[in-house]
């Protein structure tokens, strides 16, 4: 195996010499492990010329007290959800969301221009191994179909007329040599523990429209329920993911005295070492009892939560 810190000190030099002293760099950081890993990487080899995009999309402590990255803010939802309204098919949903997430950049890569007086050249992106052999299995792998299974944004899916080069510093690690890594780079255990987040965001948790109804807003509010009573039960740390989708059918349910028509929603917990292949995760009769009532008695819309108990293959881990 390899040593990781041999690996952050390779990569230092590599994207030293990479990246021209007059050069400037930008990355979007999700919020996530790899993202975060990736930018404080490049950050430790160029300094202040990272220059990073977040987008408010979810809560996070912020990254310039933790990491010491700088770091600009946009919200660029109603932006992304004005592209995403009445679009229903997985694939594209991705690849608006991949444009929407390349209109950002250059909006920012041109704002800095100015304030710069000289373009951005470099992109960062967190891409890890497996996104890799999942969006493209190398020559000689074996692996020649079926393989190309979801079109990860973050991979090769850049427009050409991007004008900007990428830096890719993680794309040869798998998620715990990322985290590793992180520990050597002293990325806060809070970073490093976070389940890992898919690049398109919770579009891919509602499937089909994501602006039906208050897709979104249940969306989150079911999740949040859920982490934090996996987290009070102590098992965050087991779980490689854990989510709740919301699911495009209403369905019959008596709250009070009312018969009610609202949604239903399942949630998804897996074991997995590097996100290629998952295991469900085995929940205690109380803690789903506990979490469907709390759900069903707060989160108003919604009258059914379901459990989803497959594994992947033949499931993917997200449901689009
Ligand atoms: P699936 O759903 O394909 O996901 O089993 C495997 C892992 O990858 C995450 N994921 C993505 N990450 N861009 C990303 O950066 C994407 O388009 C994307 N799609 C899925 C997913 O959350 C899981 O951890």
Known sequence: GWKMQDVMEEEIKVIRNMVGPQDHVICALSGGVDSTVAATLVHKAIGDRLHCIFEQERVMQTFESDLHLPVTCVDASVQFLSELKGVTDPEKKRKIIGKEFISIFDTFAHDLEQKLGRKPTYL??????????????????????????KSHHNVGGLPKDMKL????????????????????????????????????????RIPGDVTQGNALDILCQVDEIFIQAIKDAGIYDEIWQAFAVFLPVKTTGVQGDQRTHSNAVALRAVTSQDGMTADWYYFEHKFLDDVSRKICNSVRGVNRVCLDITSKPPSTIEWE
């Open 124 to 149: 960062v992106q967190g891409t890890l191994y497996p996104d890799v052999i999942e969006s493209c299995p190398p020559p000689g792998s074996g692996k020649t179909h079926s393989h190309t299974i």
């Open 165 to 204: 080069k990428l830096i890719e510093p993680l794309k040869l690690l798998f998620k715990d040599e990322v985290r590793e890594l992180g520990k050597i780079l002293d990325v806060p255990v809070s970073f490093l523990k976070r389940h890992p987040f898919p690049g398109p965001g919770l579009a891919v």
